[in-house]
């Protein structure tokens, strides 16, 4: 099974910052880009940012100078620093690596984020 566990969440008040991790189990985690998505209830999911298997990345425009996305391949793990939180920040964060027109490992549980103004 390829699974992922996501970490690191948390209550945090706004300018704070908080470091997700994602741990994938199984196998071809270094071959693959990983990606980290956050969700609102009743919104859609909304993409973060991405980290290649090489280590480039790219960060969507509302985060882009506040997070980064490293990975270390030896732990099978990719994080999500972030900084200068904003409450709309606030959501459950989610990683995964896209596959085909579908994703790669069994989608976790998330790590809830709750930015405090």
């Known amino acids: 099974q390829v699974q992922l566990e996501e970490s690191g969440g948390g209550l945090v008040q706004a300018g704070g910052s908080l470091r997700l991790s994602c741990a994938a189990s199984?196998?071809?985690?270094?071959?693959?880009?990983m990606v980290w998505y956050r969700q609102v209830p009743g919104k859609q999911r909304e993409l973060v940012g991405s980290?290649?298997?090489?280590?480039?990345?790219y960060y969507a425009s509302p985060v882009k100078g506040r997070f980064t996305i490293s990975r270390d391949n030896a732990k099978s793990t990719v994080y999500l620093q972030m900084n200068s939180l904003k409450s709309e920040d606030t959501a459950v964060y989610y990683c995964?690596?896209?596959?085909?027109?579908?994703?790669?490992?069994?989608w976790g549980q998330g790590t809830q984020v709750t930015v405090s103004s």
């Open positions: 995964n690596s896209p596959s085909g027109t579908g994703w790669y490992f069994n």
């Open positions: 199984g196998s071809s985690f270094s071959n693959r880009a």
């Open positions: 980290i290649a298997s090489g280590g480039s990345s």
